[in-house]
């Protein structure tokens, strides 16, 4: 069946906010005279983090930024990661800092989240950031439902009124895409695995978030006619001869025919979540040396 929805480009959103933000890093450079500093640090050899860390650091060099990424062995203990960490928190030419997940077991992930300068958070994890998210209070916001909600507003315009079904509670993407979409004035409902009557669910939704992290998991008869869906699934699945691939949390081609518009895998939301967090950095640089944001 040929596909009647209109693909969401991510790529292309993310090379014109990336370019944007490039603009405003020369301007910052040359009436300010300091570029936004990002410091990423990756602890072990994890494949997917490594890619994904050189992909942030040859962005934000891209875009004009300082960028370092603090390689650090496996081995490290919590003591020397809390202590890098505080190093960077005090260093005033640092705006933005991110702790690449997972960590190694013998480290405690929330105990190095929470040491992370609230104001230099440009994931948005802290529990002080989840709480101003929460509250509708200015803050630094998680990077891919941030790229999602701006998808979602290029594409429809103003999201007031519309029913969103998110499928999905993960601290990362499920319950802060609810929250955002509550400040776009959205009816929202979260469902997840022990949702009954899931595909009914979702079918009511005007638009649909897909990041539950099960292969193809929403098909088409699930779906309302002209609904916006919004893929956050990363699945690498098996295929014949060794081989594999990457799919999203949607079937694609079912779903395709019966909604309005689609996130591609790959291609939709990832590469929002990397312009999205050089955008967060921009904003803490701002807010750090008291420049106007718009």
């Known amino acids: 069946m040929e596909a009647a929805a209109k693909i969401i480009d991510g790529k ?23 570029v936004p500093g990002l410091d990423v640090v990756l602890v072990g050899t994890n494949p997917a983090s490594e890619v994904y ?4 650091e040859k962005q934000a060099s891209e875009a004009g930024m300082n960028s370092r990424v603090h390689r650090l062995p496996a081995e490290t203990s919590q003591a020397d990661l809390l202590a890098l960490v505080a190093r960077l928190n005090a260093d005033p030419a640092i705006h933005g800092i991110l702790v690449q997940l997972p960590l190694p077991p013998q480290i405690d992930e929330e105990a190095v989240l929470e040491l992370i300068d609230p104001a230099k958070d440009v994931d948005g994890f ?11 209070q200015p803050c630094l916001l998680p990077c891919t439902p941030m790229g999602i ?7 429809l315009g103003s999201l007031e009124g519309l029913h969103a079904v998110v499928v999905g509670r993960s601290n990362i993407v499920g319950k802060p895409v609810a929250h955002l979409l509550l400040r776009e004035s959205c009816t929202v409902t979260i469902a997840h695995s022990k ?19 099960r292969p193809e998991m929403i098909r088409g008869d699930w779906v309302k006619p002209g609904a916006t869906i919004i893929d956050v699934g990363i699945n690498r699945v098996s295929l014949p001869e060794g081989k594999s691939e990457i799919v999203g949390d949607v ?4 779903c ?3 909604a309005g518009a689609i996130t591609p895998v790959p ?25 106007p944001e718009p």
Do not use: W, Y
């Open 267 to 291: 291609g939709g939301v990832g590469p929002m979540t990397i312009a999205c967090l050089l955008l967060n950095t921009l904003q803490a640089a701002k807010r750090a040396h008291g420049l």
């Open 12 to 34: 292309l959103a993310a090379q014109a906010l990336r370019a944007r933000i490039a603009e405003e890093v020369r301007d910052m450079r040359s009436s300010a005279g300091f």
């Open 126 to 136: 802290h529990p002080s950031s989840v709480g101003a998210l929460v509250t509708g």
């Open 195 to 213: 949702t009954r009557d899931l595909a009914a669910e979702c079918r009511r939704a005007d638009i649909l978030v897909a990041a539950v992290g």
């Open 256 to 258: 395709a025919a019966v």
């Open 149 to 155: 909600v701006m998808l979602l507003k290029a594409r």
């Open 53 to 56: 860390v050189r992909s942030k």
């Open 251 to 254: 079937h694609f081609d079912s």
